[in-house]
């Protein structure tokens, strides 16, 4: 999976059923997408939170990418949205160890935040990156992933929904990788007593749910 920044709670239900993630830095920026942006609880309602880029283009890949200046400002912002919040204290210092990363490269940077949730979170795959995975550089697509698949010696590939119309099972089958997506259930939970908002960071996650609370959430998917 590409990295993305503070990812919905489905992007880690997809980390806690595999044994290795392989972050998927050498494809090229998207955007408008979720690489470097995500959506938290602000006045009852999603508010976009964004991680300033440098040099972000479509042609240039993930790993090619920097990181703006602007995580005290989002610092900011998340403390003002959910001070109150029943698990503020141990959520935010999550958050805030993930901003103060000092790498300087887009991609390491929100590998190493997606990390620090995934330890909060009780999580620990073998990760990788795709850029270090020996392949055919020409590859593309459904090819580079079964690349990468081969290389690592899988014999499971599983990705969240949107990757159904993208990859072909009797491909796979024909390589020996079996094929599988993440179909996360909805969930709920309470938000500061107000109609509940699905579908935010893991960020909300946390701020909301205790270990234990999490972990349960984190087993609400399918997999088929």
Same mark, same amino acid.
């Given at each position: ?131 270090? $995975? ?52 909805? $969930? ?16 909300? $996650? ?19």
């Amino acid at each position: 999976m590409q990295p993305y920044f503070f990812p919905y709670l489905g992007y880690f239900q997809l980390i806690r059923a595999v044994d290795a993630f392989v972050v998927f830095d050498d494809v090229n920026y998207i955007r408008r997408g979720w690489i470097s942006r995500n959506a938290i609880l602000g006045g009852g309602a999603p508010q976009r939170l964004t991680l300033d880029t440098v040099g972000a283009s479509q042609n240039r890949p993930i790993a090619e990418v920097g990181v703006g200046a602007n995580r005290e400002k989002l610092l900011r912002t998340i403390r003002q949205n959910y001070a109150r919040a029943p698990q503020f204290t141990a959520a935010y210092a999550v958050v805030e160890a993930a901003l103060g990363v000092r790498e300087t490269g887009l991609a390491r940077f929100l590998a190493e935040g997606l990390r620090l949730v995934c330890e909060h979170l009780g999580l620990n795959p073998r990760w990788h990156f795709s850029s270090a $995975v020996p392949k055919d550089p020409a590859l593309r697509g459904q090819d580079k992933v079964l690349s990468l698949c081969e290389s690592l010696g899988a014999k499971q590939y599983i990705n969240l929904p949107g990757g159904e119309a993208l990859y072909d099972r009797d491909a796979f089958a024909r390589r020996g990788v079996a094929l599988s997506f993440i179909r996360p259930r909805p $969930v709920a939970y309470p938000q500061f007593g107000a109609p509940f908002v699905p579908n935010l960071s893991i960020i909300d $996650v946390m701020m909301f749910n205790d270990r234990e609370q999490c972990a349960r959430l984190l087993q609400e998917y399918n997999l088929a």
